[in-house]
């Protein structure tokens, strides 16, 4: 099979980054994003490997009945949503499959897989936008999304993942840069100044932040700050976020407020939480606090020692300081710690302790304290946790560890080493938080092998 390549294929499963997998007649398997499972497609070979190959629809020609018209304009140029283009019943199946594969193909484990939990809202439902700026070919500046596997910018409009208020904002923020001609950043040559717009918002709250992220700061910012909050009501704060290095990473180290507050309020599992701009806080609220719940039921925290290992800013810790004994967070994030000791104090829970350090520290500190879990929670990022993080923690002996993860194969992966140090991977269940996107979420319990 070479480059361009056409053959008819009939797309027989899901890939978990949302392609279509299809298979020709001499095995080759066959990637082709936007598709359905049971679509039979017309199919350009783009890329071709030993094994496999990637391609494109050049025509349906006879189309799944899960199918149906996508809601958005820019599906298939943004880099977000896969899904936009088949039934919700459909993507939840090919998202509870993706869990399934990777703790039965990669973890090699066999755990009870309780239902997929459904997104109640599958509009608006994201707190959090990061758009990056730049310029189009005509010299103006943009600002939206990043094209499927580039750093390219699609302007956007809108977006049915995001509250309406966000792309006012950015609109109101956009005709103030082109007005007043201020710099955007050019990530190829490395040069320019404003870098990304960041909008955060309180679900239950409405309060908003919002962060410009910027190689440096320059005068207009302080005026471009106060119109916004003169604009709408609901900004509470706008931050400078200095980001001199010529990196991916979105936020730098040095954080200046423009105008108002530094930190917004929101509510989470009846709690009252404070959040700063570069604190992880799930972007999706009630899912979230459904997942939360998943995780306190396989805790059973009730009069037990609960160790949270990447706590972030106390949220789930904090679910279930009501009947624990006692809650150790450890989390890497400066800000996001403090903000954890503040949720605690906030909410009256003095059973509850935060400490700044990474992962890796955590059964020292543990140790330090005389903090003997009952049980662990972990919240990693992606990539999941180093085999020395778990091979620590597992050595503190807790009867439970509780994960949770959006990542499922590096969480099976994980789980997979937790097995081999002493656990059994006993139940897993997914919990929708993306929806639209290959992304999701999942809980695992792990119970020590007497």
Known sequence: MNKNDICILEITSISND??????TEEGMVVFVPMTAVGDVCKVRILKAKNSYAYGKIEKVITPSRNRKESDCSVFGKCGGCCFRHISYEAELAAKENFIKDAFTRIGKLSPRFLPIVKNENL??????????????????????????????????????????????????????IRENKLSVYNEAEHKGVLRHICIRQGHYSGEICVVIVAKRKIPEMHKLAKALMQQFPTVKGV????????????????????????????????????????????????????????????????????????????????????????????EI??????????????????NAEFYCADADSGAEILKRLGANPDVIVLDPARRGCDRRVLEELS?????????????????????????????????????????GTAHVECVVLMTKNQ
């Open 18 to 23: 949302g392609s279509g997998v299809a298979r």
């Open 123 to 176: 509009y608006r439902y994201r707190n959090k936008a990061q758009y990056p700026l730049g310029k189009n070919k005509e010299g103006q500046a943009v600002c939206g999304f990043y094209a499927p596997n580039s750093h390219r910018i699609v302007p956007c409009e809108d977006c049915m993942l995001q509250p309406e208020i966000f792309f006012e904002i950015m609109a109101f923020m956009m005709s103030f």
């Open 239 to 330: 931050v400078l976020n200095i980001n001199r290095e010529d990196t991916n990473v979105i936020f730098g180290e040095e954080e200046t407020v423009l105008a108002g507050v530094k930190e917004i309020t929101d509510t989470m599992c009846g709690n009252t939480i404070k959040i700063s701009p570069k604190s992880f806080y799930q972007v999706n609220t009630p899912m979230a606090e459904k997942l939360y719940g998943i995780a306190k039921e396989f805790a059973r925290p009730e009069g037990k020692c609960i160790a949270d290992i990447y706590c972030g800013i106390g949220t789930i810790g904090l679910s279930m300081a009501k009947e624990a004994k006692r809650i150790v967070g450890v």
């Open 333 to 350: 994030v400066e800000s996001a710690v403090e903000n954890a000791k503040e949720n605690a104090e906030l909410n009256g829970f003095g």
């Open 395 to 435: 050595e503190l002996g807790a009867d439970r560890i509780v994960m949770i993860s959006c990542n499922p194969a590096t969480a099976a992966r994980d789980c997979g080493v937790l097995c081999e140090l002493g656990y059994l991977c006993e139940t897993v269940r997914g919990v929708d938080l993306f929806s």
